[in-house]
C-alpha cells in the first residue's frame, strides 16, 4: 500500500475563528481530520507531521524552508510522496524554493491549501486536500506520474515554480499562464504527460537555503534616482529587477550608470518582467538592448516568486556574480522556458 506524509505548516486550511477577536487563527492537525473522515478510505497509509507551531503562510521564512526539506529528506525512503498544507499567501514562494532546493527530486511534493477552512461549510478545502493525496500516490509502471514540486489548487495541479496567486477571494486562487496546467482533476485525473519533467537516474540532493541577501526593484515612470541609488547601495547580492513589457528600462544615462555601477561591484541583477504571460527579450527594444551590453541578466519568464528563491538559492550555492548568472540564465527545474 502506498504511503503519503503529510505536513502541516498552518494555512486557512486548517484556521478557525478565534472567540474573541474573530480572526482566522490555525488550529492542531487532529481537529482537521475530524473535519475528513473520508481519509480513512484512501488506499493508502497515511502519515503526519505537523509543525509545532502552526503558521499563517505571510510568516513564512527560509528558516521553514530548510525544516521543510529536512523533513523530505529524512521521510524520502520510506513514503511514496509527499504533501505539504500551507497557507496560499506565500504557497508559490515555498513551492518555488522547495523546487530548487531539492535536485534530481524523484517523487511528488504536492502542496496545497484553500480559501476557506475545513469547517466551513462551503469548504474548498476538502477537495484539495483529497486530490492532492491521490496525485502525491498516483503510479505508472511503478514510478510516480508527477516527480515534481507542485501546486494543486480547484482542480488544477500546476508545475509549482510557475504558479503565483492571483485571486484572493476565489476558488480559483492559482494561475500559470507561462506553463501548461500538469494535470486536471474532474471524473477522471487527466494528465498532460508531455508537460511533467521526468527525473534522470541520479539521487536526490537536498539543498539548504543558504541565502536571503535579494533586494526588488520595481520600475514605474517617474522613479527617482535616489531610490534607484538607494536599493542598489544596499547590501545585497542579488537584485530583481521588474521591468515593462519584454524586459525594457528607461534608457536615461543615470539609470543605466547606476545599474552598471552595480554590477560591476560584484551584484547580479535579474530582469524579469511586471507582465504575467510573456517573456524577457534583452535587445529586442533599445530600451533593452544597453540592459544586455552591461550585463544585466536575463530572467525569461520566471515569475516574481521563482525569481526572488531562485536568486537566494543560487547566492548560497556560489560567491561568484558570473556563475550565479549563469545559473539563472539555466533552466535548472522547469521555471523558465528559453525562447
Ligand atoms: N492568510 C492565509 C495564509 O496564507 C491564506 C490562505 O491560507 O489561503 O496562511
Redesign the pocket.
Known amino acids: 500500500m502506498n504511503q503519503i506524509l503529510i505536513i502541516y505548516t498552518?494555512?486557512?486550511?486548517g484556521m478557525m475563528s478565534d472567540p474573541v477577536t474573530k480572526a482566522l487563527v490555525p488550529i492542531n492537525f487532529e481537529q482537521i481530520m475530524d473535519n475528513v473522515p473520508e481519509l480513512e478510505r484512501l488506499n493508502c497509509k497515511i502519515k503526519v507531521h505537523s509543525f509545532d507551531t502552526v503558521i499563517?503562510?505571510?510568516n513564512m521564512n527560509p528558516e521553514i524552508w530548510n525544516e521543510l526539506a529536512r523533513l523530505i529528506k529524512k521521510n524520502y525512503d520510506s513514503v511514496d510522496g509527499f504533501v505539504v498544507l500551507h497557507?496560499?499567501?506565500?504557497m508559490a514562494f515555498s513551492a518555488s524554493a522547495l523546487s530548487f532546493m531539492l535536485e534530481n527530486l524523484d517523487k511528488p511534493v504536492i502542496f496545497t491549501?484553500?480559501?476557506l477552512p475545513i469547517s466551513a461549510v462551503r469548504t474548498d478545502a476538502k477537495e484539495n486536500l483529497m486530490t492532492a493525496i491521490e496525485l502525491a500516490k498516483a503510479k505508472k509502471n511503478d514510478r510516480a506520474r508527477v516527480p515534481e514540486v507542485c501546486i494543486y489548487f480547484d482542480y488544477k495541479l500546476f508545475r509549482g515554480n510557475r504558479a503565483f496567486k492571483y485571486n484572493s477571494s476565489k476558488f480559483e486562487a492559482f494561475r500559470s499562464p507561462n506553463y501548461p496546467i500538469l494535470a486536471e482533476s474532474g471524473v477522471h485525473l487527466r494528465f498532460s504527460v508531455n508537460d511533467i519533467r521526468q527525473p534522470g537516474t541520479e539521487p536526490i540532493i537536498v539543498h539548504n537555503m543558504a541565502a536571503n541577501d535579494v533586494a526588488v526593484l520595481k520600475l514605474y515612470p517617474g522613479i527617482s534616482p535616489k531610490v534607484v541609488e538607494s536599493i542598489l547601495a544596499s547590501e545585497v547580492r542579488g537584485v530583481i529587477m521588474e521591468t515593462y513589457g519584454s524586459g525594457n528600462t528607461t534608457t536615461d544615462d543615470w539609470f543605466i550608470d547606476l545599474l552598471k555601477k552595480a554590477i560591476d561591484s560584484g551584484k547580479v541583477i535579474l530582469d524579469i518582467s511586471q507582465c504575467k504571460v510573456g517573456t524577457v527579450e534583452l535587445g529586442r527594444y533599445e530600451t533593452s538592448k544597453q540592459l544586455k551590453d552591461i550585463g544585466v541578466t536575463n530572467g525569461y519568464d520566471m515569475t516574481f516568486e521563482a525569481a526572488v528563491t531562485k536568486m537566494m538559492y543560487l547566492l548560497g550555492q556560489s560567491n561568484d556574480p558570473l556563475q550565479v548568472k549563469a545559473w539563472l540564465e539555466t533552466d535548472l527545474r522547469g521555471e523558465l522556458t528559453i525562447s
Open positions: 498552518g494555512g486557512t486550511i499563517d503562510s505571510s497557507g496560499s499567501d506565500t491549501g484553500s480559501q
